[in-house]
């Protein structure tokens, strides 16, 4: 595996795959690598040649009271995890690299932005964009590969890309989790034990609501409800818990078939996202 810091030396390795016709995924991170991020990086090589992996603390889809300094930056681990699961080229930019200046550009998606994460996180989803549209120009990869765990990003990117024209296939890869049903994230680090063990409990209510929704139990909105007065009691501060419309994220309503539960909660300071897709 080749490990590249500038724009130039990643442009200069990727035009020379491009010379040969090799198809090109690139697999953004936050590095803090764990099985979620290394099944993008073996899906992507089921559909690509070469494999471009990013690693970057992205700080402008950080707010300013946000987790941005501590968020955990293990990129000797990172290297070498990436290194045995095939990547051919990781790129690795300072700040200075990818912001050599305040950026005047900005890429607001104000529809989705404003949903869920985005009432909570304002201008996360902007920074988001930013540094995806970016990274995108520098390697103009054929696929991008991205995780269903983060399922607004995904909506968000997906329209980005059809909204820009931008000449690639966005993949969603689905949510790699824990054995007892937590999803995978670089933030559950930050759980003590005590809030480790209730943190199932979110995916937990997430299947609950859905088995309901689909048995037609009783109103989704009583259905939701209950589930959130139930992570409530165990200790969650829940921030959304909302049934949406796969499509546009927007509130479902009864005629809506393709449908995705999508929740938020912290525990303490640790705020894990979690959603659950299905129909009915
Ligand atoms: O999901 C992430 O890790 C980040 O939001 C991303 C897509 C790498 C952009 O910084």
Known sequence: MQTVTTIEALRAQ?????????RIALVPTMGNLHAGHLKLVSTARQQADKVVVSIFVNPTQFGPNEDFERYPR?????????????TDLLFLPTVETLYPRPSQTRISLPGLAALHCGQSRPGHFDGVALVVCKLLNMVQPDSLLMGEKDFQQLALIR???ADLNIPVEVHGVATVREADGLAMSSRNGYLTTEQRQLAPRLYQALQTARDQIQNGQSSDQSIIAEQIATLTAAGFAVDYFSLSRSQDLLPATDTDTELVLLAAARLGN???IDNISFGR
């Open 14 to 22: 990727v035009s020379a795959w491009r010379r040969q016709n090799l």
């Open 74 to 86: 293990t990129e000797a681990a990172d290297q070498q995890q990436l290194a045995t699961c095939h």
């Open 159 to 161: 329209q980005m890309v």
């Open 270 to 272: 640790t705020r894990l």
